[in-house]
């Protein structure tokens, strides 16, 4: 096989479908519209017998996904906040974080919302005063939101974690 081969035509690549939907976003009438974009299928694909039925299923995990994260209420410090499940990539990403990053400090940033909204409560600029902030029962409810939503302890992950390093 030549490098040639294994090249493959433009014309032969397919295009992303965006979709669009309406997701409810805890009750009421509180309405979020949700965009997402559903990968094109590879070409080899296309010489499978029932690729039809395999982008079938791949459009309905793919255009889905978004649209299937969980949230949950917790109250921090008598403010209530989102927490929103992780995706594939922020679990990721929090695994991998480097030794002078907190991963609590993360967690903060990346996975709270005000209640029905796509606005973060925090951002990376938060992080001395996140840190200065007084611990408590929030740092466990946050905890436990997101374990419930993953199935994965983070506290015992990066436990884990360390133990191999």
């Not at 997701?23 to 009438?29: A, S, T």
């Not at 969980?70 to 695994?95: C, H, M, S, Y």
Request: aromatic share 4%; glycine share 6%.
């Amino acid at each position: 096989m030549t490098e040639s081969d294994t090249k493959i035509a433009p014309e032969n690549i397919k295009k992303p479908k965006i979709a669009s939907s309406k997701v409810d976003v805890g009750g009421g009438d509180a309405v979020e519209e949700i965009s997402t974009v559903a990968p094109a299928a590879a070409p080899e694909q296309d010489k499978v017998e029932n690729s039809s039925d395999l982008n079938q299923v791949r459009g309905r995990i793919f255009s889905g996904g978004i649209k299937l994260l969980k949230r949950e209420l917790v109250d921090f410090l008598g403010e209530p906040i989102e927490i929103r499940q992780p995706t594939i990539d922020q679990v990721n990403r929090l695994a991998n974080l480097k030794d002078s990053e907190n991963p609590l400090v993360h967690v903060l940033v990346e996975f709270c919302y005000i209640p029905g909204t796509d606005i973060k409560v925090f951002t990376s600029g938060d992080k001395d005063s996140i840190l200065n902030l007084p611990a408590g029962e929030w740092v466990t409810k946050i905890n436990e939101a997101i374990n419930k939503m993953t199935g994965v302890d983070i506290k015992e992950a990066e436990k884990n974690l360390s133990e191999t390093v």
